[in-house]
């Protein structure tokens, strides 16, 4: 794919959170797999990929749907459902410190912040920043997404317009960076470059691909665009 912007535009990177900075889309796909297997939904790994980058009213959906049962709970009780795998999760995510960063992500980190990159977090979790602070990495994040504030989610531009609005910069002149397809879908609906970290086939609208976090740093960048 025809990149759309050439390196020396960029001026801010928009990071999405789990799965990217940190490996909490384990955490997020044990406490729905416990979820799906109470509701009696079979858990695959088409449905597990799917439900990255979605937010947590939306993934019950999808896991409901899944089973055929999206009709047979209330509101009420499936508000009770995602607090429930909320709470597993957050119990997890307690836990976490700053050994839970990704390999190489602090070190690029470092570097956009060196040579003067603008940085915002445009992640679907509302508990983006008690993860952020477990991992001692608020202090790179002054501008995040408060997702309580979208009308739709990934892949919703939505979210990453938000975060590089927030730097005062515009789209073309941002790199978003996900680990899941319609995370990259909203990046490059938001006229984004994209970087997909994974999976090449899953990610495969993605500008760049790298298959590892450590592998991102600001010459690969340069020499993939
Ligand atoms: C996204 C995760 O970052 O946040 C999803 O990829 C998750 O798996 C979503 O469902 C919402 O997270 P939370 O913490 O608000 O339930
Ligand atoms: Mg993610």
Request: hydrophobic share 40%.
């Amino acid at each position: 794919m025809m990149a759309k912007a050439k390196f020396d535009q960029i001026k801010g990177f928009v990071f999405d959170l789990d799965g990217v900075i940190t490996d909490t889309s384990v955490y997020h796909s044990i406490a729905w797999h416990q979820l799906a297997d109470k509701l009696g939904v079979t858990w695959t790994k088409t449905l597990e990929d799917g439900l990255k980058g979605i937010s947590r009213m939306d993934s019950l959906e999808m896991i409901l749907k899944a089973g055929n049962k999206e009709n047979d709970y209330t509101q009420e009780e499936k508000v009770a459902l995602a607090t429930e795998k909320n709470d597993n999760y957050v119990n997890e995510i307690m836990k976490m410190t700053p050994a839970n960063i990704l390999p190489g992500i602090k070190p690029f980190l470092d570097e956009l912040r060196s040579n003067g990159y603008l940085i915002s977090l445009a992640s679907a979790s509302k508990n983006g920043p008690t993860v952020l602070d477990k991992l001692a990495l608020t202090d790179y994040f002054p501008e995040i997404v408060d997702p309580a504030t979208l009308s739709k989610g990934k892949p919703d531009p939505e979210i990453y317009v938000k975060g590089a609005e927030l730097l005062n910069l515009k789209p073309e002149e941002c790199i978003g960076v996900e680990d899941a397809a319609a995370g990259v879908q909203a990046i490059n609906a938001a006229n984004e470059t994209s970087i997909g970290i994974g999976d090449p086939t899953i990610l495969s609208e993605a500008d760049i691909n790298f298959k590892e976090t450590a592998e991102m740093t600001l010459d690969a960048i340069k020499q993939a665009l």
